[in-house]
């Protein structure tokens, strides 16, 4: 399908990227974001080679490891603060790192100024009321009064996505998990130059962001109060991580002094076995599979769809065709992720059996080096 007009419901990872990818294919694109000042959840992110691929696709690369950390290879230990296994990671773009860690805001940074000058229009504060899709095409009824119409729509609006509650009213919703995670920004220790992963009942992770920054990602049960109040949330991090054996983190947990500077998240999963589209809409990201980050693959997956949807638009006649042939290719891939990460998630929540972090990690590798 050429010249398609595409409405692009949120401005996040997913809808940013699903915006250059399609305007590269020649097709005019709109995206709305319902935050008015299209700010960013979150400290960092893991992204490996499977998205340093997906980013020479998108033809960011350089502009994306130029606000990112890379390296090779993962370290992890055990909760004593022992080293148990140094695990090289694959390259997949050669002469390019094999992963990357990188701020939320430094890579929302990237995309969001991708798209602008890909010719993109880009509104904030809106969100789409009603979708009517009569089958030749969808009209839109905006929050500000507003209407489009659009040849289809792409919904990347996230785990509690709107277009799916319009478009798929029966499908499940997110469930929670019993676990939440804990960010916190550092300077970076010389020592951490890569990945630095911790087993144990309360997992945590090391990851450099830049030369001179890093973050702490921290997972712990949380049964009876999966959301907190901020007020308070240095502390209770700081008390978290004194009951994790290795010296070296109950020293850097010192420095956790400001509620403000930490980022505190119940982890809820959700995967649509069902259709992933209804007519000329269709679903992507954490709207249709949101999984826990204990393989750092959510963002990842996001991106792989927004490539694989371009991909089948622009080599289908229909938009049927397109969005069931898009989730043909994505449905196996989001579900190992998903699946995965929820072992891991379950193992050190005692409900299933504890997942080695290595011999996860080294899967994934494998998985995600696939071909999307």
């Not at 002094?257 to 954490?286: M, Q």
């Not at 898009?326 to 929540?349: H, K, M, N, P, T």
Request: proline share 6%.
């Amino acid at each position: 399908m050429k010249q398609q007009h595409i409405l692009v419901i949120g401005g996040g990872i997913g809808g940013l990227t699903a915006a250059i990818a399609l305007r590269r294919d020649g097709h005019a694109v709109d995206v709305i974001e319902r935050d008015p000042s299209w700010t960013v959840y979150g400290v960092g992110i893991i992204q490996q080679g499977n998205v340093v691929r997906a980013m020479k696709q998108l033809d960011l690369l350089d502009d994306y490891l130029g606000a990112a950390f890379g390296y090779d290879h993962v370290e992890v230990f055990i909760p004593t603060g022992q080293r148990v296994a140094r695990i090289p990671t694959p390259t997949l773009v050669e002469g390019y790192p094999a992963n990357v860690g990188i701020g939320r805001p430094a890579l929302h940074k990237v995309l969001g100024d991708r798209t602008i000058a890909a010719g993109a229009t880009v509104r904030l504060g809106v969100t789409a009321e009603v979708l009517d899709d009569d089958g030749d095409g969808v009209t839109a009824t905006f929050s500000d009064g507003t209407t489009g119409r659009y040849d289809m729509v792409v919904g990347a609006d996230g785990l509690y996505s709107a277009t799916r509650a319009q478009i798929l009213p029966d499908a499940p919703g997110p469930e929670y998990t019993g676990q939440a995670v804990w960010r916190h920004n550092f300077a970076r220790s010389e020592d951490v130059t890569g990945l630095c992963a911790y087993e144990g009942p309360i997992g945590l992770g090391l990851v450099p962001l830049s030369d001179e920054a890093m973050y702490i990602f921290v997972t712990t049960p949380e049964p009876d109060n999966p959301w907190r109040e901020r007020k308070g949330l240095a502390k209770a991090m700081r008390e978290t991580l004194a009951r994790v054996p290795a010296p070296a983190i109950r020293t850097l947990a010192e420095q956790i002094i400001d509620d403000e500077a930490v980022v505190y998240k119940p982890l809820e999963w959700l995967f649509l076995t069902g259709d992933w589209h209804r007519g000329r809409i269709v679903l992507i990201g954490d709207a249709v599979h949101a999984t826990t980050p204990h393989l750092g693959q959510g963002a990842g997956m996001a991106i792989e769809d927004s490539i694989v949807l371009a991909e089948e638009i622009a080599a289908a006649d229909t938009p049927e065709a397109a969005f069931n042939a898009f989730r043909e290719r994505r449905y196996d891939r989001c579900r190992y992720i998903v699946d995965s990460s929820l072992a891991i998630c379950l193992g050190q929540l005692g409900k299933g059996p504890m997942i080695e972090n290595a011999t996860a990690t080294r899967a994934m590798f494998t998985k995600v080096a696939e071909p999307i």
